[in-house]
């Protein structure tokens, strides 16, 4: 079992991996809790957002939609690698989604096919939204991808997560039938999933060679 980090604890941890953090309005008690139970959380769920625009994708999965309460997410990463913290709590990211998928992720062991939607996922897994088109065209920066990695890690870390498998960080098609997120030109879920494990090798403030600088000096 594992319980969600604190407010405090979700921001530092972020910053101690070397993410580029910004607090968005009255993010830390931010939350769709009334709507149901948050944790015990079991890994991380990443998506794209389908917009353009980081002030106006930041806004939206704040606010939400008229069919959908925010927020739609915990955080939302830009193309330049900033992740903007916009919830603390249950969000309305994941959805319903395969029960064998999260028994999955939560023994850290390789995914099966995404076939049912039995189970909701709002208790169980961190949202990152990551600003991308989601046409199959619109790129990842490095820098995007980078802070996707440290985001994710971050989390793992924090909660003990990655140390017999790679699968606490999972798209969102692959929790849920039919659906595409995330995609495009610069990404790769088993990428990212190997970076994962590579920084958590390492101590929170390690930084791969190759790798663009996050913290704005």
């Known amino acids: 079992m594992a319980t969600p980090l604190t407010a405090d604890q979700f921001l530092h941890t972020l910053e101690d991996e070397g993410v580029d953090v910004v607090e968005h309005a009255s993010w830390s008690t931010h939350n769709r809790d009334s709507a149901g139970p948050w944790g015990p959380v079991r890994g991380v769920m990443l998506h794209h957002t389908a917009t353009s625009g980081t002030d106006s994708t930041v806004d939206l999965c704040y606010e939400g939609r008229p069919d959908l309460p925010g927020p739609l997410c915990h ?4 193309k330049d690698g900033t992740v903007h913290l916009v919830g603390h709590g249950r969000a309305n990211h994941a959805g319903s989604g395969d029960g064998d998928v999260l028994a999955a992720v939560a023994a850290e062991k390789p995914l099966p096919g995404a076939g049912h939607a039995d ?13 991308n088109l989601g046409d199959g065209e619109d790129s990842w920066p490095a820098e995007q991808v980078e802070a996707i990695v440290r985001a994710s890690a971050a989390l793992c870390r924090a909660h003990g997560w990655g140390k017999t498998g790679e699968t606490s960080v999972i798209g969102h098609l692959e929790w ?10 610069g990404l790769s879920l088993d990428d990212i999933r190997a970076r994962v494990r590579d920084r958590l090798g390492h101590g929170a403030d390690w930084s791969p060679g190759n790798a663009p600088s996050l913290i704005q000096t």
């Open 75 to 78: 955080g939302v990463i830009a």
């Open 176 to 185: 849920q039938p039919g659906k595409i997120d995330p995609r495009g030109p």
């Open 119 to 131: 189970t909701d996922g709002n208790p169980h897994f961190y949202g990152w939204e990551c600003v």
